[in-house]
């Protein structure tokens, strides 16, 4: 079975009220990680250990391997694109009251918050993602990984949040200004309901 690219869970237009336009999402999900996607199949179907495992798997598997360096950059870009996604929202940005104290009780606030996360997304030097996570011991706490690198695969605990610094996520909108565009995915995107019923 071959790994699919997921519809988005909202229309292409949804976005573009909170600073993320049609041509963003066009180009990113319909071009990008759709080219991840088809990638990775490309590499299951020619490769014995590959076969039949999840995407899971192959991002576990794979990392840290140097003769599975594409494999895992096409796979974690999946995994993390597929969280991306759902890591948005048009209503975005409305953090709920249990989140609001939990980031508060290991953050301090939700502005250090925000200014943890937003210090990571603009010193992954070019591409990467910034990520809230929910580490082993209970506490929440923002990572950041290079290309197609993520929480599931360094084992810093369950992503929450990721959102991807890499320049086609926001040149069209926010052009270099990497700090304005992250500011605004805090502010007006990301899905904190989301990042909240992960926590389970
Ligand atoms: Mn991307």
Request: charged content about 20%.
């Amino acid at each position: 079975m071959a790994f699919e690219l997921p519809a988005l869970p909202y229309a292409k237009t949804a976005l573009a009220g909170g600073g993320m336009c049609e041509e963003t999402l066009e180009l990113h999900h319909g071009k990008h990680h759709q080219a991840y996607v088809t990638a990775l199949n490309g590499f299951v179907e020619k490769t014995d250990a590959l076969k039949g495992k999840t995407l899971e798997e192959i991002v576990k598997l794979s990392y840290g391997q140097a003769d599975m360096a594409p494999v895992f950059n096409n796979a974690g870009q999946h995994w993390n694109h597929i969280l991306f996604w759902q890591a948005m929202s048009a209503q975005g940005g409305k953090i709920p009251g249990a989140l609001e104290k939990k980031l508060t009780e290991d953050f301090g606030s939700v502005q250090q918050f925000k200014d943890a996360f937003k210090t990571a997304a603009t010193t992954q030097f070019g591409s990467g993602w910034a990520w809230l996570v929910l580490g082993s011991d209970g506490k929440l706490k923002v990572t950041k990984t290079p290309n197609g690198s993520n929480p599931l695969a360094t084992g810093e605990g369950k992503a929450l949040l990721g959102c991807d610094v890499w320049e086609h996520s926001y040149y069209l909108d926010f052009r270099n200004r990497r700090p304005d565009y992250v500011q605004n995915w805090l502010d007006k995107l990301a899905n904190y309901e989301f990042a909240h019923a992960q926590m389970g």
